[in-house]
Every structure is written in C-alpha cells, then in structure tokens.
C-alpha cells in the first residue's frame, strides 16, 4: 500500500539548533513529496515540494528537505530554530491511484522550540 | 486576502441536524478538493473537483456526505443528519493544475465541526 511515516509525534529543540523532522514514504513510481506546517487554529500551510531533480530542494521560513531515494526519506530540516517555528508538520506524497493523483498525508509531527 | 477562504470556522450543532460549508478557492485555481482531520491525524482526503466535475469520493464520504460546485468556483460541503462521529475539522484546498504532476494545494482556515 502507498503510504507515508512520520515517526516522530513530537520533536523538542532549543531555539538556535537544528532541528530534522523526520518523514518516510512507500509509493510505487516516482514520488511527489511535499511538506506543510499548520499553526493552531490554522489551515496547512505549504512549505516545499520536490519533483525531480535536486535532491535538496529550499523552501519558505528558511526549511529546506533532502530527498533521499536509497532511504526513501524527505526529512526535513532548518539549520537554526527558531521559537516561531513551534507546530504541527505534516509530510505529504502525491500519489497515482485509479481515480487520478491523490494526496496522502502523514500522521504529522508537532515541533516544540525551546527559547 | 486572496487565499482560500473557508465559513463558516466554527459549527457547533446536535445529532441529526444537517450542516452545510462553503469554500472559496483562489480565483484562478481550476482544482478544489476536500478533507477531513481529525485530532492527531493528518489530512483524509474526500473528495474533489475539476472545475465543476466532481471526479473522485473517497470511501470515507458516506451517502449522508454531499458536495458540489456548481460554476467551477466556490464549493459547499453538506452533511446529512449529523452524527457524532463527523466531529472535526473540515479543510478545503484549491490548485492551479496545468498538467504537472507536482500541483501544490493551498489550503483554507479550515471548519471546525462538533456534533453535540
């Protein structure tokens, strides 16, 4: 079955640190990955997707992700936390099924950023 | 603000009532797609349409479930006699699909129900 892990239920850093949230995936076929936060109250927001290409794909807040395909993982990643950083990720791969592309998501994983 | 917009954010109604949600995509976004969350979990994936054609209902959407979207512009969500178990929050999302597989969906405040 296609499917996508987070492992983690929840990460604590000190603001400052890096911080890695981790995400694997099981798809058949090339995956389509995404990551999204969402703040309390608040709907997904889109951080950064990877297609093709570079295995290190940048995105918005400073995030950035490293697709790995031996692993199959897109953990994502910030090389200094930030307080403000403190939600709720979800990871996401877009799948071909028979009805079209579908988006799965993981079960998400909540950072918590320790001033 | 241009971003997907969702009402009402709160709904609050008692077992058996019927309830109705309205969604407005960004303008131009010819795709529009409904979920649904529960506490701890990600987003399950409904339903969706392109423009006005709905062309998939996840299993999750039982008979009670209808969605529409009559002029391929805002969509509304209704569920029939409400049960307690539909208590959640209620996400909409819209994308621009130009044939590329790696659409990006943006997603609206989000609805939250509770069934009473």
């Not at chain 2, 979207?69 to 999302?93: H, N, V, W």
Request: charged share 20%; aromatic share 12%.
């Amino acid at each position: 079955a296609q499917s996508v892990a987070q492992p983690e239920d929840q990460v604590n850093v000190a603001e400052g640190n890096p911080l890695t949230v981790k995400c694997t995936y099981s798809v058949s076929g090339n995956p389509y990955l995404f990551w999204y936060v969402q703040y309390p109250n608040r709907g997904l927001q889109f951080l950064l997707k990877y297609i093709t290409g570079d295995n290190l794909v940048k995105g918005s807040y400073g995030f950035e992700a490293e697709f790995n395909k031996s692993q199959t993982s897109f953990h994502l990643k910030k090389p200094s936390a930030l307080v403000s950083d403190s939600a709720l990720y979800f990871c996401a791969v877009r799948v071909l099924n028979t009805g079209g592309f579908k988006t799965i998501f993981g079960a998400g994983t909540r950072l918590f950023v320790k001033a | 603000d241009t971003g997907v917009s969702q009402d009402p954010r709160h709904k609050i109604t008692k077992r058996g009532q019927n309830v109705t949600f309205r969604c407005d995509p960004i303008s131009e976004h010819n795709r529009l797609y409904w979920y649904r969350q529960t506490l701890g979990q990600g987003p399950e994936f409904l339903t969706y349409f392109q423009n006005e054609a709905q062309l998939e209902k996840s299993r999750l959407l039982s008979d009670r479930f209808s969605a529409e979207r009559p002029k391929g512009s805002f969509s509304t969500l209704e569920i029939q006699r409400t049960e307690q178990g539909d208590s959640a929050m209620y996400l909409c999302a819209s994308s621009l699909v130009t044939g590329a597989r790696g659409e990006t969906q943006y997603f609206g405040p989000g609805t939250r129900l509770l069934v009473l």
